[in-house]
């Protein structure tokens, strides 16, 4: 993992807790061990030169797909109506 996701990553895992001031920030990326643009970008505060120069993705998006749920068939049984009325006797007795 590079030194400038590493030191993102400590400042997101910290909440905002750790209170960095321009001149608190400043000096914490200057201690990192980064390549001269991935430092300026970090003190520009510039998230698109810093993924370019990182390789990452210029746009990303996320999409949940839920579960399909199975489609009755067309022609089920259950959505036919019930034509067993033909006259002939139940096969249990109905009781009033």
């Known amino acids: 993992m590079s030194n400038a996701i590493q030191f993102l990553e400590t400042l997101g895992r910290s909440g905002g807790m750790i209170p960095f001031h321009d001149k ?3 000096d914490a990326v ?3 061990e980064v390549d001269h ?3 300026q970008a970090l003190l520009n505060r510039d998230a698109n030169a810093l993924s370019g120069l990182l390789g990452g993705r210029s746009k990303m998006m996320m999409q949940v797909w ?3 749920e199975d489609a009755p068939d067309e022609h089920s049984q259950e959505d036919e109506p019930d034509d067993s009325d033909d006259g002939a006797p139940m096969d249990e007795p109905f009781e009033r």
């Open 24 to 26: 608190a920030y400043a």
């Open 30 to 32: 200057a201690l990192l």
């Open 37 to 39: 643009m991935q430092r």
């Open 66 to 68: 839920a579960p399909q």
